[in-house]
Each structure stands twice: as structure tokens, then as C-alpha cells.
């Protein structure tokens, strides 16, 4: 069933294309950010997590880049697929186990 | 693959009535979490366990919701009494710590 809000941010894509979902985060110390990936009526599904000594890292096809600057989070997705259309959400963690979670960007790909 | 499981998979109940919802977190992972994802409010964390033993509940409503780890194998969420603005999707993740955790499918309850 339906997880996710009405209003969220949407970025819509052509299949093929390259997406950017980016996020803001509140705490400058936070040490540990994690991108979930949340499809219809499913749980948040781990995609990929920095630590905040890096700025980039890299999995398949996907690539997260953090700038402490700005506090700012991105998740870039490579020749984006339908099976990617998704909710995503970003998560910071400060010292402990719990995660906070953004809130969220629909990702739609078209054909 | 490993998994979280959570039962039930939907829940309708009447306004004042108790609510469990269970979980079974992956065999080995030392910490467990409670989130509640709603349309207006996105994931809350309610409470979390490490080594069954609560570390923090801060988000969940003391007066009506309890959580709790029998043993190492179920961890539970009671709603009591459950009223309307209950109604949401809940779910459970295990981990290791450290953030990383697996997510069940969740409960989505209605109460009306």
C-alpha cells in the first residue's frame, strides 16, 4: 500500500537519463549519512551510506556526494531505469544508531 | 536473503480497541527500531532496543504505545487504546548499528 506522501518534491526523468536527488541536512555534526530507496507499499531499502571524513563514494550506478560546507546531500543515479522510480530519502546519523530521515523525493521515470 | 518480518501485513480496528504489531528481526542484528511513516509527518522514530534493551522511546506517546523485546527473536508494538490519528504504516528495522539498518514491509494500520 501507499507509504509516502502526496506532496513530495517529484523529479521526473527519461529512462537513460542521469538523476540528481538532492537533500539538505540539519546537523553539521552529524557523522553518517545513508540514502534509502522506498518503492510502493515496501520499507525504506539501503541503496548506499558515506561517512563524513569522504565526499564522494561510489556503488553500481549510483554515486553519493556530501558536501559539509553547505550541508547539502546528493544521490546521483546513472542511465536511470523504471525499476528505479521510487521514493528516495536521505539519513543522517549523529554518535548513535538512529537514523533521521528527510523527507523524501519521488523519483518517476518515463519511458 | 535475510529479512524482517512483520505481521500483520494490515490492521483494521475500531477506536479504542488494543493494537500488537510484531516483529521478527534478522537473526544476529543487535538493534532494533520502531518507525511510523504517515503522510504528514514522514518516518518518526518511536523506540529503539540494542541488546533488547530499550535505549530510547522518546517519540512514542507514553500514555497509549508500549514496545518491547520479549527475547531476541520478537519485538513488539501495543497501541492501547488505539485511537484515529494512529492510522499509518509501522515499521520495524534491525541492524548492527550504526545506522545501517533493514526494514520489514511494515504494518499499515487503520483504525476508524
Known amino acids: 500500500g501507499e507509504s509516502v506522501g502526496l506532496h513530495l518534491p517529484t523529479l521526473s526523468v527519461q529512462e537513460g537519463d542521469n538523476s540528481i536527488i538532492n537533500c539538505a541536512y540539519s546537523?553539521?555534526?552529524?557523522?553518517?549519512f545513508i540514502w534509502y530507496k522506498q518503492e510502493s507499499g515496501k520499507g525504506p531499502q539501503f541503496i548506499i551510506d558515506?561517512?563524513?571524513?569522504?565526499d564522494k563514494r561510489q556503488g553500481q550506478r549510483v554515486t553519493v556526494l556530501l558536501n559539509k560546507t553547505v550541508k547539502h546531500l546528493s544521490l546521483q543515479i546513472a542511465a536511470t531505469q523504471p525499476g528505479d522510480s521510487a521514493v528516495y530519502f536521505c539519513a543522517e546519523i549523529l554518535n548513535t544508531d538512529k537514523l533521521i530521515f528527510g523527507t523524501g523525493t519521488r523519483l518517476q521515470v518515463f519511458p | 536473503d535475510a529479512r524482517v518480518t512483520q505481521t500483520p501485513r494490515d490492521k483494521v480496528t475500531e477506536m479504542g480497541q488494543e493494537v500488537t504489531m510484531r516483529c521478527q528481526p534478522i537473526?544476529?542484528?543487535?538493534?532494533v527500531f520502531w518507525y511510523r511513516q504517515t503522510m504528514m509527518q514522514g518516518l518518526e522514530l518511536l523506540a529503539y532496543?540494542?541488546?533488547?534493551?530499550?535505549?530510547?522511546d522518546s517519540g512514542m506517546p507514553k500514555d497509549r504505545f508500549s514496545a518491547e523485546m520479549p527475547d531476541a527473536t520478537l519485538a513488539t508494538l501495543k497501541i492501547q487504546p488505539s485511537e484515529p490519528r494512529d492510522s499509518a504504516v509501522y515499521f520495524c528495522?534491525?541492524?548492527?548499528?550504526?545506522?545501517?539498518?533493514?526494514f520489514g514491509s511494515g504494518t499499515r494500520l487503520t483504525v476508524v
Open positions: 558515506i561517512r563524513s571524513n569522504m
Open positions: 537473526l544476529g542484528h543487535n538493534t
Open positions: 528495522a534491525s541492524g548492527l548499528g550504526q545506522g545501517r539498518s533493514t
Open positions: 532496543f540494542r541488546n533488547r534493551a530499550p535505549l530510547d
Open positions: 546537523n553539521s555534526a552529524s557523522d553518517y
